[in-house]
């Protein structure tokens, strides 16, 4: 079975420019996550979808960073402008249908790791 | 105060030693808890899951404490393989739409 699936693995900017990371997740999983992990700390969830509407986006700084899952299978983190703090690595992850709260199991990308200069 | 909480560390312990983590959490509403292993410069992948009755998985324990909102994880036998990232986990809501909050990780070295 295919895991999650993103791109770029690796991306470097200047503070202003804008970038976009894609991920597709595993088949069948409804549920898609973009979490943001900088350096040292934890993942840091940034917006939920379950299918193409949105579960959670409390903690996405709106002013920079939108997402969309437009058919509800893959889906595009973009930051516009970039800033300095946004240096991390964007971690998508999927879950089953069985849901989270039932398994506790996220599936977790590579991720895109970002650097901004 | 963070959501779920845990000493960085980093643990430097000889192999074959018992090691414990431990993780507290803030929002008495929060559901399910887990332990997450990620190794350095990798994604995160499940351990296992924290039970109020305890849950073993061959030299790992994990242990709930819902009065305490307290959380373990206790390794026993320490192997080189060990080394890595533990991240204890929470859900904030039950169903399909469970929520997950990352603590900061614990660091475990495992030394020769």
């Known amino acids: 079975e295919a895991g999650v699936a993103q791109s770029p693995r690796y991306k470097i900017i200047e503070k202003r420019q804008s970038v976009a990371f894609w991920c597709n997740p595993i088949?069948?999983?409804?549920?898609l996550y973009w979490y943001q992990q900088i350096l040292g700390q934890g993942p840091k969830l940034l917006i939920q979808?379950?299918?193409?509407?949105?579960?959670?986006d409390s903690q996405l700084p709106k002013d920079r960073f939108s997402a969309e899952r437009l058919k509800g299978v893959d889906s595009t983190l973009k930051i516009q402008p970039a800033k300095l703090e946004d240096s991390a690595v964007y971690l998508c992850?999927?879950?089953?249908?069985?849901?989270?709260?039932?398994?506790?199991?996220?599936?977790f990308g590579e991720g895109s790791r970002l650097t901004v200069l | 105060r963070k959501e779920v909480e845990q000493d960085p560390g980093p643990f430097n312990v000889p192999e074959g030693a018992t090691v414990a983590f431990n993780c507290t959490y803030s929002?008495?509403?929060?559901?399910?808890f887990f332990w997450y292993r990620q190794d350095c410069r990798k994604e995160p992948k499940l351990l296992m899951s924290?039970?109020?009755s305890g849950n073993e998985d061959g030299r790992f324990t994990a242990q709930l404490n819902r009065a305490s909102q307290y959380i373990s994880l206790l390794i026993r036998d320490s192997k080189l393989s060990d080394s890595a990232t533990y991240l204890c986990?929470?859900?904030?809501?039950?169903?399909?739409?469970?929520?997950?909050?990352f603590g900061q990780g614990t660091t475990l070295q495992v030394k020769p």
């Open positions: 992850a999927s879950s089953s249908p069985l849901g989270t709260a039932n398994t506790g199991e996220l599936f």
């Open positions: 088949s069948g999983h409804a549920t």
């Open positions: 979808f379950q299918n193409n509407g949105v579960v959670d």
């Open positions: 929002n008495s509403a929060s559901q399910s």
């Open positions: 924290v039970y109020s």
């Open positions: 986990v929470a859900t904030l809501a039950p169903g399909n739409t469970g929520k997950l909050i």
